[in-house]
């Protein structure tokens, strides 16, 4: 059913395969600009990646103006102002962005501080508050997950007050993402499996959300059937090029599908943990997928049987048993990969203590990702949802 209204955006330049990393100089050039600030991380540098970034300016006229590799896990709003100050000291014209979500989401936020010429990313917390052209910015993830190359948002921790906050603007959008199968292949495999389940859970919250639109659906669904497929084979062998790339792909569109039809319950508890927990988002929404899903299944069990095929479910007939299958193989899909990588399933497993569980139901309500969740969500619905997730499965 269509929607009677609805709006879909996305202005990213893809460049997807093996080599796509070479590209980079030339696509800065076309973004006229020729000194480079890129924003990684320890992990990305422990793995070698760097080298193929600093390789691919071999012969090229544009440059690295300089290296930030100390990003923090959900980045935080003290870094990306100090990162702010550097890329005007060194003269850049250019964030490009190297790792996965922390990295990706600290690039979004220099990239508000400079383009906009304030001083304080905090002046631009919520939806809609940028107003100037962004400076030219280049996303190459090193994780599948996110989708944060192509989305409009960033989330960024206030770490003193214990928070993710989230920034929301089209002109968050990079320029252009480069997707290389190099950079992925390094990724251990819990974080393999915990992103991958991120990418699912953008891809089934933006499917069965109140914003849900054909186009969007449609990018849900080929990340749904590119997860369904590649992410175990890609938490087993690493080294699968084939699969790696495969789930490179599906997070990007569960990104653009996200992005333009939002999340839900599964999200909002998310980034309630992870600010005060420190779960990290993909282990936490491995968490409370399925109970999110079983708490919209009354309003859009006919919606989430319409996905029984991509998950090996039997479709037709009842829809809510449909839906039930659909749930019942997320839950398998997580047992299985508990079982090759240990990825925790309860909030117990993920080392929060029970005595959080009220102020994370608390914070989840404030989160925005709550007020696009098909069933409305009250203190006691989400308490009850983490009473459950902290030792079920
Ligand atoms: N902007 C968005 O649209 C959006 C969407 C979802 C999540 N997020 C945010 O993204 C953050 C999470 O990002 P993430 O899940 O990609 O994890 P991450 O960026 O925090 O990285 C996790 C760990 O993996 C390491 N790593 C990354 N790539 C690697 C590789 N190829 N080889 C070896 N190690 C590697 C990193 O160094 C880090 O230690 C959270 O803060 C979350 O809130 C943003
Ligand atoms: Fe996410």
Redesign the pocket.
């Known amino acids: 059913m269509n929607p009677e209204y609805y709006e879909f955006f996305c202005s990213v330049k893809i460049i997807s395969g093996k080599k796509a990393l070479s590209n980079l100089p030339y696509e800065m050039g076309l973004l006229g600009a020729g000194n480079a600030m890129i924003i ?8 070698g ?1 760097l080298e193929h970034v600093k390789a691919a300016f071999d012969g090229a006229t544009q440059k690295i103006g300089v290296v930030f590799d100390q ?1 923090p ?3 935080s709003v003290k870094v990306v102002n100090e990162l702010a100050a550097l890329y005007r000291e060194k003269k850049c014209d250019c964030v490009v962005a190297v ?7 600290t690039a ?1 936020g220099v990239n508000i501080v400079i383009s906009e010429g304030n001083g304080d990313l905090m002046a631009f917390q919520g939806m809609d508050r940028l107003t100037a052209a962004p400076k030219p910015f280049i996303a190459i ?8 190359e ?8 206030d770490t003193e007050r214990g928070v ?1 906050m989230p920034f929301i603007s089209q002109k ?1 959008y990079p320029h252009v993402a480069l997707l290389d199968p190099r ?6 495999p819990r ?1 393999t499996a ?2 991958g389940m ?1 990418a699912l859970t ?1 891809a089934l919250e933006a499917y069965y959300g109140i914003q849900k639109n054909p186009v969007s659906d449609s990018f849900s669904l080929t990340a749904i059937r590119l997860i369904n497929r590649y992410l175990i084979t890609a938490v087993k062998n690493g080294a699968d090029e084939q699969a790696r790339m495969a789930m490179a792909n599906a997070s990007l569109c569960a ?1 653009i599908a ?2 333009n039809s939002m ?1 839900g319950i599964v ?1 909002a508890l ?2 309630a943990t ?1 600010g005060c927990c420190h779960v ?3 282990v936490a929404n491995t968490i409370y997928l399925p109970w999110g899903m079983e708490f919209n299944l009354e309003k859009r069990h006919e919606i989430i049987a319409e996905l029984a095929p991509y998950f090996g479910v039997a479709a037709g007939g009842d829809p809510r048993a449909a839906a039930s299958g659909v749930i019942r193989a997320v839950r398998d899909m997580r047992r299985e990969l508990n079982a090759i990588c240990k990825l925790p399933l309860t909030l117990k497993d993920a080392g929060v203590d029970e005595s959080k569980l009220e102020h994370i139901a608390k914070s989840s309500l404030d989160d925005g990702s709550i007020t696009y969740n098909p069933e409305e969500v009250t203190f006691e619905d989400a308490l009850a949802i983490l009473k459950k997730a902290w030792d079920k499965e």
Not at 99 to 105: H, Q, T, W
Not at 141 to 148: I, K, L, N
Request: proline content about 5%.
């Open positions: 990684t991380d320890q992990g990305v540098v422990g793995a990646l990003t896990i959900d980045s790792g996965g979500g922390s990295c990706l989401d979004k993830p090193t994780t599948a997950g996110t989708g944060s192509v989305t409009a948002a960033a989330v960024i921790a993710k968050l950079m992925t292949l390094t990724m251990p974080i915990a992103t991120d953008h990104g996200f992005s999340v999200h998310a980034h992870g990290p988002h993909g």
